[in-house]
């Protein structure tokens, strides 16, 4: 037997942490994990860890993992050769596009999906080969609202990230990092970031209608009405201009609109909103008067504030606080990563662009609007089950679970029931996959090269880490990006054994000539050809990350800047490559308006606002329903791994003890959650840490369905807290599911 250790960053959250893995050989030649643990040499991570990170050879080995392509034939599955795989989606898909048009299929994408090179780098071929305009993805169950708010206000989608390790002063609302380790805001060991903002005497300020980890820990904690984040953050600008704290400074010149902004604002003063938010005008005004105090500041917002119903207004108004108190885009304010691959902030002219547009189609049976290429998931059931031309009677589903990750589960899973052909690329029979015709199963992580090509542009600090697969992947087990580009292949109309590699060529090509004609890139005007020979036969993944950080902010430039980044150089530094803190005074390079101006008022927050004010007098329902994360679970796809869900019951309904005695609800006793849209029966918490006229269930439980095989998790007493939340309920601006504030009533089982 003999031991090696490996290196690979952590797909499983955004935090991206470094592993250190121990792997032992076998007599026969079979490596197995025997420890994994913190990578104390990662230039990021430093040895953070949590406890899902060493789980990954739990993943690897898990027996319900799939190992082959499963057909379902008579209401079974039976595994079958990947030749056989394909065969049967192409008899069983493509009479169906050929009949009905590529409309009628529609496509899934989830979150994994942005954890994994194959996924990130090939899913737009899998779309442009399809050629349906039903797509759908998670972001629309989650960040869609702060994708919007930024791409119009910035023109692309480069969200602003608090300067954790600097700023003096932290206003989080909506997230809950001790459980989520963070997201749109890349930061390992985000929990040892915030408590060394209080060691050098900062603050940290936290708004959730529960007393989460994090607020436990803040300095301050307000215990918002669910909803009432922008009325807040509309509360606090209005304040910070009507006592004159407002200093925008150097972004005066390159701001359009700021005027109308606080004109449209002026109704939401602290008193006014005290219904909207739960809260006294006199914590506001106070909060106010420390942000602007605060030598530096940065205002974030995350989930609790995007799956609402003024998720996009909510986004926006956490940004325009960043303006007006002075803190967008310098040192300890809300600043914009730099990512090593190129974001489209650091593509093309600096300054200006095209910006993004939104709403420039509806979706066909409930008229809901397209944004950044998608619809919203809320219109998915229904494209399903409404007849007449366009009817969506097909699905592929990528890394994607959205039977327990939607909005009225118990309809999109009776509308995936009645689908007539479904393929899934996905290593698990679960919620979703049990609809399927066909599933794919990718590589587990560790036989899975890695890097985070979206989620370092949204780091804290400016960092390349690329690690290699750990364990080789059997002989027969294709890669992820051979399995989605050979699908493609197949929609495309080349046949179910379509050339990959000739594919893949062109799309290589494709990368490289676009960069090649771009008059403001690094290797403008040079030869392909020339070009090519340095990619060294590199293919796939590697050769399209190659190309993209050669190209980057700082990439070689192919042979320009000998110092610049390679995939070769990330090769040689297994730990990461450190690029620097965050810059301050981005802007306006970083800019992609067509205005070259941040544009603080855009026509969609405009038209929102009718709305909005509207909502200021309503009274709060008698009670509402929020979600919750806890540290040893991940979405809906890791209650599998007993090391994770052992020990006591998490899936709990949390109610404030007022209300339980109100209610008749008791300590560990069964309640019944309903909504308009589903019922649960769920065990009861009773915890002062909520808000009263709030009950909290985490989502991702509930795996207990027919016809899912995952032993462990069926073993589970959750239950899907998404057969409660309501596809009615959203955010107006981006389609995007308001999973929070949904009225329910709760009585004794
Ligand atoms: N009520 C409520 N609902 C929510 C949320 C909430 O807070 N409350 N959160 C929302 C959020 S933020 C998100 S991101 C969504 C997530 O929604 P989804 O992306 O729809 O679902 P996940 O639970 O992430 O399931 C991921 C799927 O990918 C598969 N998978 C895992 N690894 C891989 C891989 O490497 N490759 C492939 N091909 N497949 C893989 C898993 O088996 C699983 O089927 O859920 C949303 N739903
Ligand atoms: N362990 C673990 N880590 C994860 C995940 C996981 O499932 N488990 N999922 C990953 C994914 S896909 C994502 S998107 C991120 C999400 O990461 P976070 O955004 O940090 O998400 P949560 O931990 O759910 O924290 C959201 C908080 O918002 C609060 N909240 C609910 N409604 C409102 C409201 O109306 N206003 C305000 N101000 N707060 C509200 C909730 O009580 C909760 O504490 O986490 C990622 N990391
Ligand atoms: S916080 Fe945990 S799950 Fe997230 S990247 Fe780090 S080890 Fe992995
Ligand atoms: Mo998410």
């Not at 595994?79 to 049967?88: I, N, P, R």
């Not at 791409?151 to 002063?169: A, C, E, N």
């Not at 479904?422 to 599933?439: F, G, K, L, Q, W």
């Not at 840490?689 to 909290?696: A, H």
Request: net charge negative; charged share 25%.
């Amino acid at each position: 037997m003999s031991e090696r250790i490996a290196v690979r960053t952590c797909p499983l959250c955004e935090a991206g942490c470094g592993l250190e893995i121990t792997l032992t050989t076998g007599d026969d030649g079979t490596e197995a994990v025997k420890r994994i643990r913190g990578d104390r040499d990662d230039v990021f991570s430093g040895g953070y860890i949590c406890p899902k990170g060493s789980t990954l050879g739990h993943l690897h080995d898990d027996p319900d993992r799939l190992r082959q392509p499963v057909v379902r034939r008579d209401g079974e599955f039976v595994a079958v050769s990947w030749d056989e795989a394909f065969a049967t989606i192409e008899a069983g898909l493509m009479p169906l596009l050929q009949e009905h048009g590529r409309d009628s299929c529609a496509i899934y994408l989830g979150n994994p999906g942005a954890h994994s090179l194959g996924p990130m780098l090939y899913n737009r071929s899998l779309i442009t080969a399809l050629g349906s305009r039903n797509r759908f993805s998670a972001s629309t169950v989650d960040q869609r609202p702060k994708e919007l708010s930024a791409g119009l206000m910035f023109g692309s989608v480069s969200v602003p990230v608090p300067d954790l390790d600097r700023t003096d002063f932290l206003l989080m609302l909506g997230a809950n990092p001790h459980a989520s380790n963070g997201s749109l805001c890349t930061a390992p060991d985000f929990p040892g970031r915030l408590d060394r903002i209080q060691e050098r005497g900062g603050t940290i300020v936290v708004v959730d209608p529960r007393r989460s980890e994090t607020a436990e820990r803040a300095d301050r904690h307000l215990a918002i009405r669910p909803g009432g984040d922008a009325h807040l953050l509309a509360a606090i600008a209005n304040v910070l201009v009507t006592d004159g704290l407002a200093d925008v400074g150097r972004l005066a010149e390159h701001t359009n609109a700021l005027d109308d902004v606080v004109d449209a604002l002026g109704p939401f003063t602290p008193e006014r909103v005290e219904t909207a938010t739960g809260l006294d005008a006199d914590t506001i005004r106070t909060l106010a008067h420390d942000v602007a105090a605060a030598p530096t500041a940065a205002v974030y917002g995350r989930i609790g504030t995007c799956t609402q119903e003024f998720g996009t207004l909510a986004s926006w108004l956490v940004d325009i606080v960043n303006l007006l108190s002075g803190n967008l885009d310098r040192v300890g304010g809300a600043m914009f990563a730099k990512g090593a691959v190129g974001q489209p902030s650091t593509k093309g002219a600096p300054g200006t662009g095209r910006g993004i547009r939104i709403g420039r189609v509806t979706s066909r049976a409930g008229g809901r609007p397209e944004s950044l290429g998608e619809f919203p998931v809320t219109a998915l059931p229904e494209e399903i089950e409404t007849p007449g031309d366009g009817q969506v009677r097909a699905l592929i589903t990528v890394a994607g679970n959205p039977v327990s990750s939607n909005p009225n589960s118990e309809r999109l899973d009776a509308a995936l029931g009645s689908l007539e052909f479904m393929v899934s690329i996905d290593p698990y029979i679960n919620e979703t996959t049990r609809h399927a015709d066909v599933i794919l199963p990718p590589p587990s992580a560790l036989e899975k090269s890695h890097y985070d090509i979206a989620l370092l542009n949204f780091a804290v600090h400016n960092v390349a880490n690329y690690s290699p697969a750990v364990i080789d992947a059997p002989d027969d087990q294709p890669e992820e990006w051979e399995i989605i580009l050979r699908l493609a292949g197949l929609l495309g109309g080349g046949g179910a054994n379509t050339d990959i590699d000739a594919v893949d060529d062109q799309i290589a090509a494709a990368v490289l000539g676009s960069a090649v004609r771009d008059e403001h890139s690094s290797i403008h005007g040079r030869d392909p050809a020339e070009l090519n020979e340095q990619l060294d036969g590199r293919r796939g993944p590697e050769r399209l990350l190659d190309i993209m950080l050669r190209t980057g902010p700082y990439g070689d430039g192919f042979g320009t800047d000998p110092d610049g980044l390679s995939l070769a150089v990330l090769e040689a530094n297994p730990h990461g490559v450190d690029l620097g803190a965050l810059e301050a005074d981005r802007v306006p390079d970083v800019l992609r308006t067509p205005s070259g101006k941040i544009e603080a008022f855009p026509d969609a927050m405009r038209a929102d606002m009718d709305r909005f004010t509207a909502s200021l007098d309503r009274e709060a329902d008698d009670m509402v329903l929020v979600g919750r994360r806890h540290v040893r679970s991940n979405n809906s796809w890791m209650h599998n791994v007993r090391v994770l869900t052992k020990g006591r019951n998490r899936c709990t309904l949390q109610v404030h003890p007022d209300d339980a005695d109100r209610l008749g609800l008791r300590d560990g006793a069964p309640a019944t959650v309903q909504s308009r849209v589903g019922e649960v029966s769920i065990d009861v918490e009773v915890t002062d840490g909520i808000r009263p006229g709030v009950v909290s269930i985490p989502h991702g439980f509930g795996q207990n369905l027919p016809g899912v095989q995952l032993r462990v998790a069926q073993e589970y007493r959750g239950v899907n807290t998404n057969v409660l939340t309501d596809e009615l309920f959203y955010d107006e601006i981006s389609g995007n599911i308001a999973l929070n504030g949904v009225p329910v009533t709760v009585s004794p089982s």
